[in-house]
């Protein structure tokens, strides 16, 4: 196995890869959030406990063509982010947690935030404060 980069922009995104006596391409590209990995004490498993051994947050795809399957759409050329994680509960996990704002009569509105931040601020520096006990009634 052999992997180089190229002299190519962006800089250390586009590689060229050697394995099996193939030439492939590979681009490396970052994932929607950290992965992590565990590693087990001993070959047999131990005691089934595994220790944290590091955060994954890119991976390099290995491809025959000049661009990975599916770039059209997974890929954000601008920061080289891939949208979907390596597992099917991560499928689309970017466009999933950034779904945009909330709606203006949310609970979760800017309006609300900022004054719940401003509430928790006056309170923190001991000022008075008025509080509305609410009650659902069946």
């Known amino acids: 196995l052999q992997v180089q980069p190229l002299e190519v922009a962006p800089s250390g995104r586009r590689w060229r ?28 498993g131990g005691q089934g406990v595994a ?8 991976m390099l795809i290995v491809h025959r063509g000049q661009e990975p399957p599916g770039a059209a759409r997974r ?3 601008s ?12 499928r689309r996990l970017r466009e ?7 709606a203006a009569g949310s609970e979760f509105c800017a309006s609300n935030i900022t004054e719940a931040e401003s509430a928790i601020r006056a ?10 006990e609410c009650c659902e009634v069946d």
């Open 51 to 58: 220790y944290k051994s590091g955060d994954i947050g890119q």
């Open 17 to 44: 890869v050697r394995a099996f006596g193939e030439t492939l391409n590979g681009t490396l590209v970052d994932l929607p959030g950290r992965v992590e990995s565990h590693v087990l004490p001993y070959p047999d």
């Open 123 to 132: 309170r923190m520096d001991n000022q008075e404060y008025v509080y509305e």
């Open 75 to 77: 890929l954000d050329r």
């Open 96 to 102: 999933r947690r950034f779904r945009g704002r909330p």
């Open 79 to 90: 920061t080289f982010t891939w949208s979907s994680g390596l597992t099917a509960p991560a």
